[in-house]
Nanobody, 119 residues
Framework: QVQLVESGGGLVQAGGSLRLSCGVSGRTFSTLRMGWFRQAPGKEREFVASIRWSGANIYYADSVKGRFTVSRDNAKNAVDLQMDSLKAGDTAVYYC????????????WGQGTQVTVSS
């Protein structure tokens, strides 16, 4: 079992930055895959970024590549998402998720945190 709690959402102007954090508790291991997803009103949930618990194998959606950075924080036992150069189109509820490996489904989800970017 893995428990996930997101924090760090809020309201920011276009061009600004926010840092989301996903606190992780429970059973973790090096190949655990941590993902960030988002869902905007009226749209499907979409992949944003992922990273292995070991810090390796990082992937980004094309829409955020070069603007968002996913990383591990060993001290906090967390996975962070640094979001820079935010656009109005980044407005969504952001979710943290965990999967048992690179090809496993995301079985564990956090409650989500709202990110609103004003233009």
């Amino acid at each position: 079992q893995v428990q996930l709690v997101e924090s760090g959402g809020g309201l920011v102007q276009a061009g600004g930055s926010l840092r989301l954090s996903c606190g992780v508790s429970g059973r973790t291991f090096s190949t655990l895959r941590m993902g960030w997803f988002r869902q905007a009103p009226g749209k499907e949930r979409e992949f944003v970024a992922s990273i292995r618990w070991s810090g390796a194998n990082i992937y980004y959606a094309d829409s955020v590549k070069g603007r968002f950075t996913v990383s591990r924080d060993n001290a906090k036992n967390a996975v962070d998402l640094q979001m820079d150069s935010l656009k109005a189109g980044d407005t969504a509820v952001y979710y943290c998720a965990a999967a048992g490996g690179d090809w496993a489904t995301y079985d564990y989800w956090g409650q989500g945190t709202q990110v609103t970017v004003s233009s």
